[in-house]
């Protein structure tokens, strides 16, 4: 009776509110991208989810209510805005800057980051000290972009500066054009810069465009019961504290390991592994996986420091979630035996379930899937087969898994989004460090009879570093 009360009155400040209560539902629209939200190896995760799923709890909390979300993603900035005029969302939580044009179309909330936007080329491409540099070369950004706007502002000084407006790219697919060289140069935010560069190494920011532009979440203008709320909540001390940590989680410094560093995977060999290579041995002995993999995976996880914590969480030897450390009874994750014990095991376990595939690709999707999620190997393994390619093999797959970082292939699969190059240099990393483990342990081996994956039927990771990089290359 209250909500239809309120519905029959000229405000519509508190309808949606009060629909929200009622309903306990919360319709929530959103982008699928590393900046926003996305699939990840565990469940639904990203900087937006974070933040709608903490200002659920509270909801919940103060009202005494039991409340889901209904998360709603959005092909184009344009259709997210039409959702919040129409109704169908209630919040629109996508990474959004604020900007007087939008302003006239939508209320927005308390600001949550502060970013850039950086005009991005490809290394050793030349890169552009000016716009005027820009003549006659491509640069492309996302149709009804902030990008688009700040362009058009400039172009009243620089009358030859030109560019094309995508309608149907993401920030993924523009970042990804620019490193292929398909186009010259983009425009996207820093935080999408930094996360990006990451996974497509060759990208670099040339100048800024535009600094101190301001991310926030977005609301239809009479919706203001609710927003009172999202205000209460974003000037909460304990919203403070959460904004640091998905900072932190999200896009911390990418680079805080030397995952390619010979020297220092030397200098490591020495000084850390052998206070741990006892445990590795028992996880072999216990699992049938070769330490040698085992101890390859635990160096590219955290360079076998059992007190890591990364940017996206996970934490320990073998960098496990909470939820996976919990359903393998690990206790302490920083606890070396318990991580490299259940690492190994989890491991073991998809393995397991790849028993379709020979190996040593079998292996190679196995670390893939432990490291994206088991979900998302399978969607590249569709994407492979209906272009007629060969599911079960590595070479394939592993140019599948970026295609799932462009919105015309993740749509078209069950689990959506992934970060698909991080798998892939996953992968590359470990066959290195396994390569190097082989040759550094080359007496050892001997000694020990050095086995063939014929000598223990199912196992991963048992061929030598030299039979390995024999059979196929990454």
């Known amino acids: ?23 306990g539902q919360l319709r929530v629209i959103t982008r699928n991208s590393p900046t926003t939200f996305y699939r990840g190896p565990f469940g639904f995760e990203g900087p937006e989810y974070d933040r709608v799923e903490a200002f659920r709890a509270r909801l919940e909390e103060k009202f005494a209510r039991t409340i889901s979300i209904d998360y709603q993603t959005a092909d184009t900035l344009n259709e997210i805005f039409a959702a919040l005029e129409s109704g169908r969302a209630h919040i629109a939580a996508a990474s959004l800057t604020i900007t007087d044009d939008r302003r006239q179309r939508v209320a927005f909330a308390p600001a949550y980051q502060t970013v850039s936007q950086y005009l991005v080329y490809r290394l050793n491409s030349g890169r552009p000290r000016s716009l005027d540099a820009l ?159 085992l101890a390859a995976i635990g160096y590219q996880e955290s360079h076998w420091d059992p007190t890591a914590v990364s940017p996206t969480g996970v934490r320990g030897m073998m960098m496990l979630t909470s939820a996976t450390a919990g359903g393998l009874g690990v206790q302490d994750r ?86 698909g190059w991080e ?9 290195t460090y396994y390569d190097i483990l082989g040759w550094l342990t080359l007496e050892d081996a001997q000694d020990d009879a050095i086995r063939t994956p014929d000598s223990r039927p199912g196992a991963p990771g048992l061929q030598t570093a030299g039979q390995q990089a024999a059979t196929s290359a990454t």
């Not at 239809?4 to 508190?14: E, H, I, K």
């Not at 798998?423 to 066959?431: A, E, F, G, K, L």
Request: glycine share 4%.
């Open 334 to 419: 920083h606890d070396a035996a318990e991580s490299v014990a259940a690492g190994a095991q989890y491991f073991r376990n998809i393995y397991n379930r790849l028993e379709d595939i020979p190996d040593p690709d079998r292996t190679w999707f196995a670390l893939a899937a432990y490291n994206v999620g088991y979900g998302h190997l399978q969607d590249a393994r569709r994407l492979a087969r209906r272009r007629n390619k060969d599911p079960d093999s590595w070479v394939v797959i592993r140019e599948m898994l970026p295609l799932l970082t462009k919105r015309e292939y993740y749509s078209q699969v069950p689990h959506g989004y992934a970060r």
């Open 135 to 293: 003549a006659g070369k491509s640069l492309e950004v996302i149709s009804g972009s902030s990008f688009a706007e700040t362009l058009t502002r400039l172009q009243q000084e620089h009358s030859d500066l030109a560019w094309g407006e995508n309608p149907h790219a993401e920030t993924s697919d523009l970042l990804l054009a620019v490193q292929e060289r398909e186009i010259d140069y983009t425009v996207v935010d820093s935080n999408d810069y930094y996360v990006h560069r990451y996974y497509m190494p060759d990208l670099r920011k040339a100048f800024k465009l535009k600094e101190d532009d301001k991310l926030a979440w977005a609301l239809h203008p009479q919706a203001t019961a609710l927003l009172d709320e999202i205000e209460t909540f974003f000037a909460a001390p304990e919203t403070g504290e959460l904004m640091a940590t998905i900072k932190e989680r999200y896009y911390g410094h990418t680079n805080r390991f030397d995952y390619v560093g010979t020297r220092t995977f030397k200098r490591h060999y020495v000084s850390r592994l052998p206070n741990y290579i006892d445990l590795f041995h028992t996880a072999e002995d216990k699992t049938g996986i070769d330490w040698r993999l």
């Open 1 to 23: 009776m209250l909500l239809a009360v309120v519905l029959s009155t000229c405000s519509q400040s508190p309808s949606t509110l009060e629909e929200v209560l009622e309903t």
């Open 423 to 431: 798998p892939v240099r996953y992968v590359r990393n470990i066959r």
